[in-house]
């Protein structure tokens, strides 16, 4: 079932599993996100089907990660948080020549440093990332351990130790003065280290969401 078969299929009254929070998303549901100006032009009035659906674990918390499949061959990657207030959280991955174009090198190899307190500034800002910067980042996670499954354990909770399903990973973060931006390290076992840009926003920013199986 394709976005415009999700579409039709609430036109003609079929009976559509009832779907009202981002916490209950599944493979092939939908997203649509808002017009907002503040979205970054690849979000902007668009929707994207979940094709993924994966699990990290740290020690006081578990994160639901969805993989969102658009129009575009960008990846894009979606969780929510509920802290103080939800929110949507946004991401998506840069290879090492954009983080090379898009910061200041030197600050951005301190973020491993032991105990690192790094600043992190923006060198510049290319028109394929507005909306997904910020001048400025302070560092607030160091080497933060966590495991990785690809899987989805929900309404369950990953095994509470490590097992031949989890991928071990180091975790970094840094994030503007107002928390609206972030720069996520994830580093792996085998050195391998995936950085992300990180919007946080406000869960109204996706305007609908589409279920992608009839109710039974």
Request: aromatic share 12%; charged share 30%; glycine share 4%.
């Amino acid at each position: 079932m394709n976005f415009i078969d999700k579409l039709l299929g609430r036109e003609k009254g079929k009976k559509m599993r009832q779907l009202s929070h981002v916490k209950d998303l599944r493979v092939q549901d939908v997203v649509v996100f808002s017009d907002s100006f503040a979205l970054p032009k690849l979000l902007r009035q668009a929707s994207f089907e979940i094709s993924k659906v994966n699990t990290y674990q740290f020690e006081h918390y578990t994160s639901v990660e969805y993989v969102l499949l658009g129009q575009t061959d960008k990846q894009v990657y979606l969780s929510y948080s509920s802290d103080d207030e939800e929110r949507l959280n946004i991401s998506q991955k840069i290879n090492r020549a954009e983080v090379e174009q898009i910061f200041e090198m030197e600050s951005f190899a301190d973020i491993f440093e032991t105990d690192s307190k790094t600043e992190l500034e923006l060198k510049a800002e290319p028109e394929a990332f507005t909306n997904w910067l910020s001048a400025l980042y302070f560092q607030v996670a160091w080497g933060e351990r966590g495991y990785f499954y690809n899987q989805d354990f929900r309404p369950g909770k990953p095994p509470a130790e490590e097992d031949e399903n989890s991928l071990p990973l180091d975790y970094f973060c840094l994030t503007s003065a107002d928390e609206a931006y972030s720069v996520e390290l994830e580093v792996w076992q085998d050195g391998e280290t995936d950085v992300l840009l990180t919007l946080h926003r406000p869960m109204h920013d996706i305007i609908d969401l589409l279920p992608g199986e009839l109710d039974e």
